[in-house]
């Protein structure tokens, strides 16, 4: 019914959308108008069909359109598409019985909502929940939680002024261990991991009403692409229980799958207090959501529920999405596709002085581009260039947009096949040639 579109309608639609995350007359072009998808692949209004390295926002992580979603989809619609918040629905009692057992450690009681700020919201106030009055939190400097009122100041900004708001001074930002652009010039492991001190000085010296969590991303996405040192997460634990805060894992861009492991806390065996999903969570359909530990305090009446939240269409897409990690394996597969680029990437920069540094677990790696290896000048234009490239020659890859917005990620769904991997690294080679 709706498969195709007139030019004229495309200027319209345009004029009449409102975009808040690229902001007024930003949007990227080319802008692909995507119809179809499948898989690792999809195909816009013209035809054109492109190996999709990012997932559409790493939401993909099982592929496009799997047939075990659309069929679990299908059947649900004939049955109920909608119950009210107060009532429950089998999908809902299922789901939720099956991420308890899946989730790490003791955590096991879980929160459902349609975006992933929601659910880092509905963690903040679980927070102040159990650690009132204690009201701060602390986020790293390169984070990225959403763009709500409450979590725009828990995120990086592009260091234009944000909107006056009364939450904005609960939030503290400290340095994360990015240890190819370590904050304090140190170098690691020589430096002791001096970020992890400096953090726990923060909670005890420059917080302002007591502090009520750390939420922090175990491998961060729009920030940089950035995975830390394996005993940087273990020591985050131990401040966060020595001082008595809650450690809450946004895991919404690295839950089911996609590092290696079902969830980045099992990768780097953490078990945070509160632990955040989302995006690859129902094989394309909206659902987010938090899982937290038993012994904590749930909400008092009425205080964090959302009408769309309990979808029995998105539950369904959940379970059959979770059935279909688990069935096909795929977080040991994200493991083994992750040797296969890492090999082909670090050639690429034996190779290219434009590549800084190539990271990441699973199916969760980042490229930085340099224009000077000493410097480490950020390559800003020279990504901007290999992206449109790529994308050309029917490769889609990420980027980032925090600050330098000089990594490319490669962050594709967890089903994509060898074949479809090495065509995408010949095409990245291919573009970082011209561009040096």
Not at 177 to 194: E, I, Q, W
């Amino acid at each position: 019914m709706y498969d195709s579109i007139s030019e004229k309608e495309i200027m319209d639609g345009r004029k009449a959308l409102m975009d808040g995350w690229f902001g007024e007359g930003k949007r990227p072009e080319p802008n692909l108008i995507l119809v179809r998808a499948k898989g690792a692949r999809v195909w816009d209004h013209q035809g054109k069909e492109y190996i999709d390295c990012h997932s559409q926002v790493y939401v993909n992580t099982i592929g496009a359109t799997h047939p075990k979603v659309t069929k679990a989809v299908e059947e649900q619609i004939k049955k109920i598409v909608h119950t009210a918040y107060g009532w429950d629905n089998i999908p809902l009692l299922l789901l939720s019985s099956k991420l308890a057992q899946i989730a790490p450690g003791d955590i096991n009681r879980v929160s459902y909502c349609l975006s992933g700020a929601a659910a880092v919201e509905g963690a903040m106030k679980l927070a102040l929940e159990n650690k009132a009055p204690a009201s701060c939190f602390i986020t790293f400097e390169r984070a990225y939680h959403g763009r709500s009122f409450a979590t725009l100041a828990a995120s990086f900004t592009d260091g234009e002024p944000t909107y006056p708001c009364c939450y904005m001074g609960n939030i503290v930002k400290v340095p994360e261990a990015y240890c190819y652009r370590c904050a304090f010039g140190l170098k690691y492991p020589d430096c002791n991991l001096k970020c992890a001190q400096f953090i726990e000085e923060t909670i005890q010296k420059r917080t302002n009403g007591g502090v009520a969590g750390l939420i922090m991303e175990p491998v961060q996405g729009h920030g940089g692409q950035i995975d830390f040192p394996p005993e940087f997460y273990k020591q985050i634990r131990e401040i966060c229980t020595r001082n008595n805060i809650l450690l809450i894992w946004d895991e919404i861009q690295t839950g089911f799958g996609r590092v290696g492991e079902m969830f980045a806390a099992d990768l780097y065996g953490v078990v945070p207090d509160i632990l955040l999903f989302g995006k690859a969570v129902a094989g394309g359909y909206p659902l987010c959501g938090f899982m937290a530990r038993e012994n904590l305090q749930g909400f008092k009446t009425a205080r964090h529920s959302f009408t769309f939240a309990h979808s029995p269409i998105s539950l369904v897409a959940a379970l059959a999405t979770i059935e279909v990690v688990q069935e096909e394996n795929l977080p040991a597969r994200a493991r083994k596709l992750n040797q296969l680029i890492m090999e082909q990437l670090h050639g690429m920069q034996a190779k290219y002085e434009l590549i800084g540094d190539v990271r990441g677990p699973g199916l969760a790696i980042g490229v930085e581009l340099v224009k000077n290896r000493e410097t480490k000048e950020p390559a800003v234009e020279e990504t901007k260039q290999i992206i449109t490239m790529a994308l050309e020659r029917g490769v889609i890859f990420g980027t980032t947009w925090y600050g330098e917005g000089n990594v490319i990620k490669i962050k594709p769904p967890l089903t994509i096949t060898e074949d479809e991997i090495n065509k995408a690294l010949s095409v990245l080679e291919e573009c970082c040639g011209k561009i040096t």
